[in-house]
């Protein structure tokens, strides 16, 4: 017998689809191991209820993905990333946070009061103000979907680790290119 074949994949079970996702993918663990009983498989499913803040993995690819929008789009990574929250987590952040929420709907209204440049100014400002430190996995999770669907329909390719698919719920689409 060969030695033991380690794998690591985490689920974060947010949804449906991402716990159907766990349950295929314990099964074809399951079923290889069942299969070809020379490489001695072990499946470890740990379960945790706590939020967590964004994962190290989550905060990889976010900035991979900064650097690659930032060199497409000509901005340094800090633009860059300002661009992102001001586009998307605030938007997060607005729904889940009462300060932001209301950070928002005065900014909103200075608006009426404010030339477009200091509007501008003020707008970029704020958004500098709101981290990612803060994200929890879920909020990050949501973060990094819309920026790669607001990027996807641009025509932008963003890469993606294998685990992010599965979060994503592209388990058939992984499965289907693995099998060719």
Not at 65 to 76: E, L, P, R, S, Y
Not at 135 to 142: D, F, I, L, P, V
């Amino acid at each position: 017998m060969q030695p033991f074949k380690t794998i690591r994949k985490v689920f974060r079970v947010i949804s449906m689809d991402v716990f159907t996702n766990l349950c295929a993918y314990v099964m074809s663990m399951y079923q290889a191991y069942k299969d070809n009983q020379e490489v001695e498989t072990i499946v470890t499913v740990e379960v945790m209820s706590k939020e967590r803040a964004r994962s190290v993995a989550q905060n990889s690819l976010y900035w991979k993905w900064v650097t690659i929008i930032g060199g497409k789009d000509g901005n340094t990574k800090e633009q860059q990333h300002t661009i992102l929250k001001r586009a998307h987590l605030v938007r997060i952040y607005q729904r889940d946070d009462l300060e932001t929420a209301e950070t928002v709907i005065v900014l909103n209204e200075a608006k009426k009061y404010l030339s477009v440049q200091e509007y501008e100014r003020l707008a970029q400002g704020v958004a500098r103000l709101f981290s990612t430190t803060k994200a929890s996995t879920k909020q990050m999770g949501e973060y990094l979907h819309e920026i790669y669907h607001f990027y996807s329909a641009q025509g932008l390719a963003l890469p993606q680790p294998d685990d992010y698919q599965w979060i994503r719920g592209d388990i058939k689409n992984n499965t289907t290119e693995q099998g060719k």
